[in-house]
């Protein structure tokens, strides 16, 4: 995919955590023309200590219809090995990215 191969490129535009508690997501660019969108969601189906389903980059913002990658954890570990950014949110959702999806204490 174009977007992994140029990621030394990015330009991360913010993160932040979603209204439900714990789905995270960052957005970016390379061309300075499309935004996209790294997301993991929660995954309420493990209950009170849920993890998150394995990410996803959207074009533009998260919706099912703007999907143009699904990651493994692998490849999204990868993806952000080389990526810093200053943030509380992009820091927890690489810690949980690191830690294949689940919440550490």
């Known amino acids: 995919m174009k ?4 990621m030394k490129t990015i330009k991360i535009n913010g993160a932040d955590i979603y209204m439900d508690g714990g789905s995270y997501g960052f957005w970016f ?5 499309t935004e996209y969108e790294f997301f993991i969601e ?3 189906s493990k209950g009170s200590e849920y993890g998150h389903l394995p990410p ?3 074009r533009e913002y998260y919706s099912k219809n703007n999907i143009i990658k ?3 954890w692998a490849e999204a570990q990868d993806f952000l090995s080389t990526i810093n950014y ?3 949110h992009f820091k ?12 550490t204490k």
């Open 92 to 103: 927890k959702l690489k810690e949980i990215v690191n830690n294949n999806g689940n919440i």
């Open 29 to 33: 660019d390379f061309d300075g023309i």
């Open 86 to 88: 200053n943030d509380k």
């Open 70 to 72: 699904k990651l493994s």
């Open 42 to 44: 929660r995954d309420l």
């Open 3 to 6: 977007i992994m191969k140029i």
């Open 56 to 58: 996803i980059i959207c």
